[in-house]
């Protein structure tokens, strides 16, 4: 089993939906969590953490986690074209500050 | 510009040889971090710093690799004789403490590729 686990898509949405990209982990004592977009040939850009349950909110960006069934989501509200990107879920363990990534799901946005 | 930097953005090697990547984190961070990305892949965990120290190096990491941080400022990641497995994008991030996470950000950084 991998350690961060994402769909790879390509996950299509209409300009103006609400994007759902979903990951799930498999070590319990995760502490943090990370959600970072990245475009073709450049490096990852941070959207936003979250290490509690519920709902964070940034923005057009909420972020949310459930320790219990080890997921974690990112929704993008009125989605644009601009949001097409890949979108990397990444995990921070307990007592380290590496982070483990996920593969990434790749989004694309179609006016 | 404030951001992470790495130099230089792109390095042609051909096999055997040596190569060294250089990252300037953003100034106040404390912690600076290397990391590995394959097409298709998410970036993977090479070494982090705190500081001078460094604190975790990956056990997948062969010892062809070596990481510095002397000053705690710029950090040099080196690899010796270079092999066509190591062509990827070396990426650098650094972070600070926000509200109790330590938030990594990354450079541009640095497309390897070994003939």
């Known amino acids: 089993q991998k350690e961060v686990e994402q769909n790879s898509g390509p996950l299509s949405v209409p300009e103006g939906a609400i994007a759902s990209l979903n990951c799930t982990y498999s070590d319990r004592v995760s502490q943090s969590f990370f959600w970072y977009r990245q475009y073709s040939g450049k490096s990852p850009e941070l959207i936003m953490s979250i290490y509690s349950n519920g709902d964070k909110e940034d923005g057009r960006f909420t972020a949310q986690l459930n320790k219990a069934s080890q997921y974690v989501s990112l929704l993008i509200r009125d989605s644009q074209p601009s949001d097409s990107a890949t979108y990397l879920c990444?995990?921070?363990?307990?007592?380290?500050?590496?982070?483990?990534f996920g593969t990434g799901t790749r989004l694309q946005v179609f006016p | 510009d404030t951001g992470v930097s790495q130099d230089p953005r792109h390095k042609i090697t051909k096999r055997g040889q040596n190569v060294t990547f250089r990252c300037d984190p953003i100034?106040?961070?404390?912690?600076l971090y290397w990391y590995r990305q394959t097409l298709g892949q998410g970036p993977e965990f090479l070494t982090y710093?705190?500081?001078?120290?460094?604190?975790?190096k990956s056990r997948l990491l062969s010892d062809r690799f070596s990481a510095e941080r002397p000053k705690g400022s710029f950090s040099t990641l080196e690899i010796q004789r270079t092999e066509q497995g190591d062509s990827a994008m070396y990426l650098c991030?650094?972070?600070?403490?926000?509200?109790?996470?330590?938030?990594?950000?990354f450079g541009p950084g640095t497309r390897l590729t070994v003939t």
């Open positions: 990444a995990v921070n363990m307990y007592n380290t500050d590496k982070l483990i």
């Open positions: 991030a650094s972070s600070f403490l926000r509200d109790r996470v330590y938030e990594q950000y």
């Open positions: 710093f705190q500081n001078e120290a460094q604190l975790e």
């Open positions: 100034s106040e961070h404390n912690r």
